[in-house]
C-alpha cells in the first residue's frame, strides 16, 4: 500500500429520520450506505472542478 492509498476514517453524526432515509436510498440502490454517502461527495466536488 503507497502513501495515496491510505484510509482515513470519518465520523458524523446525524438525526434517526435522515440516518432512515439515506438507509433507504442506499438499500434502493443495491448499494452500502458508506458508498452511497461517498458517491454523493464525489458528485458534487466533481461539479466544483
Not at 440516518?19 to 438499500?27: C, D, E, F, G
Not at 448499494?31 to 466536488?45: C, G, H
Amino acid at each position: 500500500m503507497t502513501e495515496n492509498d491510505k484510509t482515513v476514517r470519518m465520523s458524523i453524526e446525524v438525526d434517526a429520520d435522515l440516518h432512515r432515509q439515506i438507509k433507504m436510498l442506499a438499500a434502493l440502490r443495491g448499494i452500502t450506505m458508506k458508498d452511497y454517502v461517498i458517491r454523493l461527495l464525489e458528485a458534487d466536488m466533481k461539479k466544483l472542478k
